[in-house]
């Protein structure tokens, strides 16, 4: 889900908060060691994103917040700030040649340059937190 979260909307927070969760507690993030990224590069990115970073002339660079059902890719565009809300069933990484990450989720996708020790060191805990809340399959029962 693509949405402005410039403003203080109610109802969105509530729609994003049952999407990926409420946030992690001040303990949680001590205990994670920190849960946001440092400063993407936006390399490339859906038609949709892109057509929202041509409109100003500053440097295309997103962050990533990690949440306890997903993430938030959130990116600048003129003075209004759009979050792509992912949860972790939707949640599709792909690292390719010369340090790019992938995110995809649906129709949406961003690509991330990965230039720093600390970017990869992110993108390792990414991983980490998608593969320990993803559902482990079939159910007994369910079939």
Known sequence: MLANVSYNNPALTRKIDALVGKPFTLKQRWAMGGIGSPKLIIRQASPEIHNLLLLDNNRNTCN???RPGGIILRFR??????GLV???YRLT???GDLGVYSVHAE???VKVEADTR????FFVKLLGEKADNQPEGPQKGMY
Do not use: C, G, M, N
């Open 77 to 82: 565009s003129l003075l209004e700030t759009y």
């Open 93 to 95: 990484l792909y690292k």
């Open 86 to 88: 992912i949860p972790y």
């Open 64 to 66: 990533i917040e990690l």
């Open 107 to 109: 129709h949406h996708f």
């Open 118 to 121: 600390a970017v990869q060191k």
